[in-house]
Every structure is written in structure tokens, then in C-alpha cells.
């Protein structure tokens, strides 16, 4: 069974209190970070990520982008990010698709677990996105600890290229 994970952006970023203080200085930023914790969830997990903002932050036509393979969608001007969220929701949920939504807006909760979606609140993903990071940097420890350092030094650009293909970037 395939998990589609459906997240409300700026919902997440006013609950997590790391982004929500980074939001009122630098939206971009709360933003850019949230998609990378995004993608190693979606790297640990497996599960295809797809976080809507809404378009009143970012005015003018519907966006869609992938970003460390994180589907990111700024929504219609006049669209809000519940909306789109009800949308996809409805649209990809069939017998071999478990739809996950992640926000803390109590309405938007109950609207697609009506419509058969999971709904997971910002303070369970934000839970579940620290103990991925936990279990990668354990990961991490334990293969350093097994192979010996490198005695080649990397540039910074050689190694921000391993890191993208790492990603699966290109």
C-alpha cells in the first residue's frame, strides 16, 4: 500500500515553535527548512510527500514544484490550503493509497477523516520528525564508527555534490 502524506505548510510552520519564531523574521527560510525535514521524512518513511501553502502568502497562479522530492504546491490565488489539501485528498484516496494529512486545524481534522484520510497533528509529525532525525544521526554514528575516516578531504562543492546524489538529486 502505497502512504501519501499531505501537509498544511504554514499550518505546521505556526505550530513548530523553531519555525514559527523563524517565520516572523524570514517566511522563505521557515519554509525552505520545513521541506528539508519534509524530505528526510520522506526519505526514512518512504511515504510521497506533498506540503500545500497557501497562496495568499505567495500571490498569483498555482505553483508546483519538487524540491528534494517533496512535492511543493502554492495553491490558486484565491485557494486556500485547506482546500487543496480536501482536494487531493479526495483525489488520490483509493484501495491501494493510505492518504495521511498533517495539520492542527481542528475543522480541516474532521473533513478528510471524513473523506477516509488519517489525520496526524503538527505536534505528532513534529515528534515523528525528531525521532527520524535521532535514528539517522545513530545511523550515521554507528557506520563512522565502522569505517575509518576518509584520508581524501573533499572541496565543499565535491561533497555538496555527494550530498545531492545521496537525495537522489541531480
Known amino acids: 500500500m ?5 501537509v498544511d505548510g504554514y499550518n505546521i ?9 523563524l517565520r ?13 525535514k519534509l524530505a528526510e521524512y520522506r ?3 518512504g511515504y510521497q510527500v506533498l506540503v ?3 497562496a495568499h502568502m505567495v500571490p498569483g497562479l498555482e505553483k508546483k514544484r519538487d524540491t528534494h522530492k517533496v512535492k511543493v504546491i502554492f495553491t490558486k490565488e484565491n485557494e486556500t490550503a485547506d482546500e487543496c489539501i480536501e482536494k487531493l485528498a479526495s483525489e488520490l484516496n483509493n484501495i491501494k493509497t ?4 498533517a495539520t492542527s486545524d ?11 484520510a488519517l489525520r496526524k497533528s503538527a505536534r505528532e509529525l513534529r515528534n515523528e520528525v525528531i525521532e527520524i532525525e535521532g535514528e539517522i544521526k545513530k545511523n550515521v554514528d554507528i557506520i563512522r564508527e565502522k569505517k575509518p575516516i576518509s584520508r581524501i578531504t573533499l572541496s565543499d562543492q565535491v561533497s555538496e555534490v555527494f550530498e545531492k546524489w545521496r537525495r537522489g538529486e541531480k
Open 52 to 54: 500545500v501553502f497557501d
Open 24 to 36: 516572523d523574521k524570514d517566511l522563505e527560510s521557515a519554509r525552505d527548512i520545513l521541506i528539508e
Open 106 to 116: 481542528f475543522t480541516e481534522q474532521w473533513v478528510i477523516f471524513g473523506q477516509g
Open 43 to 45: 526519505a526514512y518513511t
Open 98 to 101: 493510505q492518504i495521511h494529512v
Open 2 to 6: 502505497e502512504n501519501i502524506l499531505l
Open 13 to 21: 510552520i505556526g505550530a513548530w515553535p523553531e519555525l514559527r519564531s
